[in-house]
Nanobody, 119 residues
Framework: QVQLVESGGGLVQAGGSLRLSCAASGRLLSSYVISWFRQAPGKEREFVAQIMYSGGNPYYADSVKGRFTISSDNAKNTVYLQMNSLKSEDTAVYYC????????????WGQGTQVTVSS
């Protein structure tokens, strides 16, 4: 069983930065993909970024490319999402999730962390 716990959310002004953390406990193989999603009020959940748990192959949604950076620290069992140049439209609950590489189904989800960007 794997547990994912997000942290690092908060209130920040537009143009500011936040770093989200996704701490994993339990057996998470290097072949897993860790993704960040977000859901704003009244909107569907959307993909933000993903990375191999081993640290390779980062991939981003166009809306965050160049502003967000995803990274993995296996020694700390943690995946990070560094968010810079934040905009009001980045306001959402951010979730991390994991899936085995090659499968579309996410099998583990965190509880989410709120990010609010004030303009």
């Amino acid at each position: 069983q794997v547990q994912l716990v997000e942290s690092g959310g908060g209130l920040v002004q537009a143009g500011g930065s936040l770093r989200l953390s996704c701490a994993a406990s339990g057996r998470l193989l290097s072949s897993y993909v860790i993704s960040w999603f977000r859901q704003a009020p009244g909107k569907e959940r959307e993909f933000v970024a993903q990375i191999m748990y081993s640290g390779g192959n980062p991939y981003y949604a166009d809306s965050v490319k160049g502003r967000f950076t995803i990274s993995s620290d296996n020694a700390k069992n943690t995946v990070y999402l560094q968010m810079n140049s934040l905009k009001s439209e980045d306001t959402a609950v951010y979730y991390c999730a994991s899936r085995p590489v090659g499968t579309p189904q996410y099998n583990y989800w965190g509880q989410g962390t709120q990010v609010t960007v004030s303009s």
